[in-house]
């Protein structure tokens, strides 16, 4: 195989470990939390977003069903419509407590006063 392609294959393996962690942060689980749902160590689900360990088709899919998304979404990452975006700041603001949701949604309606602007 050519060096070309050996980076290519390193930065594709990368690109998915870093999908995998996004989803799993999105839904507020940490890599033990995740672990226990795959039946995983947490050493594994590190060495799965960091591409170190192999990662398979099925183990794709166990993970797309246990994050409920998209086995696309660790493969490429598309633009989000604004549903996917939507819901992604829902899995974030879910583990505050109200006061602190209550901080973050003025910031955002500030953030997008200037932005519109």
Do not use: Y
């Not at 960091?50 to 493969?75: G, H, K, M, W, Y």
């Amino acid at each position: 195989m050519s060096q070309e392609f050996n980076v290519a294959i390193s930065s594709f393996r990368k690109s998915v470990g870093k999908a995998i962690a996004e989803q799993r942060k999105q839904r507020g689980l940490t890599q033990e939390q995740l672990g226990e749902k795959l039946g995983l160590e947490t050493e594994t689900v590190n060495r799965l977003e960091r591409r170190v360990t192999s990662l398979t088709l099925e183990r794709l899919e166990q993970l797309a069903d246990i994050l409920n998304c998209p086995v696309r979404s660790f493969l490429w990452h598309e633009e989000a419509d604004s549903q996917e975006q939507a819901e992604a700041i829902v899995n974030m603001l879910r583990h505050l407590p109200p006061e602190r949701r209550t901080h973050v949604m003025r910031f955002v309606e500030e953030l997008v006063r200037v932005l519109q602007d």
